[in-house]
T-cell receptor, first 109, second 115 residues
């Protein structure tokens, strides 16, 4: 299979750090992307990892370990506006894309 | 402004009445794709296109058709819509084909209700 698993909900407080995990099955795996979606809106691209290691973009970072079939999105200095759904997505050779079911992040004051 | 546009944004229709949702991008992207989003199921890929005249099935292609006659347009066709196709639909495009279309730009979405 080619499915992805991520937690359905995560809650954190403003100013904290939160990590959203994503595990995947290795068959045909090419790379892992992360997207943010606010309620009712279009998903927006956050980050992509094709190789092992950490990619940093401002307050957001993404990590991939191909040997563990695992990645995560790290959000630092959480703000209320970070409350949204976060999706991991895997790319496969051939162009097919598969998304996880999404993690709803709630940031509390 | 670089963007992906979809029309219509909202549509209520009846079972069996053919409809087309248009999608257009102005970024000269090679890769385009359609998704449906249902509560608790995330985004599921319907069809994708790596380039003009090249289309492939995603995970949920049944009941849908697509065409890619021009690089900028990728319409989604429902020949005979049924209530189980009631959903939120997103079109997306990506500049990268080599190495994977990892950075998708999404349209605003089309909320379709089939009664």
């Amino acid at each position: 299979g080619q499915s992805l698993e991520q937690p359905s909900e995560v809650t954190a407080v403003e100013g904290a750090i939160v990590q959203i995990n994503c595990t995947y099955q290795t068959s045909g795996f090419y790379g892992l992307s992360w997207y943010q979606q606010h309620d009712g809106g279009a998903p927006t691209f956050l980050s992509y990892n094709a190789l092992d290691g950490l990619e940093e973009t401002g307050r957001f970072s993404s990590f991939l370990s191909r040997s563990d079939s695992y990645g995560y999105l790290l959000l630092q200095e959480l703000q209320m506006k970070d409350s949204a759904s976060y999706f991991c997505s895997r790319g496969n050779q051939g162009g097919k894309l598969i998304f996880g079911q999404g993690t709803e992040l709630s940031v509390k004051p | 402004e670089a963007q992906v546009t979809q029309n219509p944004r909202y549509l209520i229709t009846v079972t069996g009445k053919k409809l087309t949702v248009t999608c257009s991008q102005n970024m000269n992207h090679e890769y385009m794709s359609w998704y449906r989003q249902d509560p608790g199921l995330g985004l599921r890929q319907i069809y994708y296109s790596m380039n003009v005249e090249v289309t492939d099935k995603g995970d949920v292609p049944e009941g849908y058709k697509v065409s890619r006659k021009e690089k900028r347009n990728f319409p989604l066709i429902l020949e005979s819509p049924s209530p189980n196709q009631t959903s939120l639909y997103f079109c997306a495009s990506s500049p990268g084909v080599a190495g994977g279309p990892y950075e998708q730009y999404f349209g605003p979405g089309t909320r379709l209700t089939v009664t």
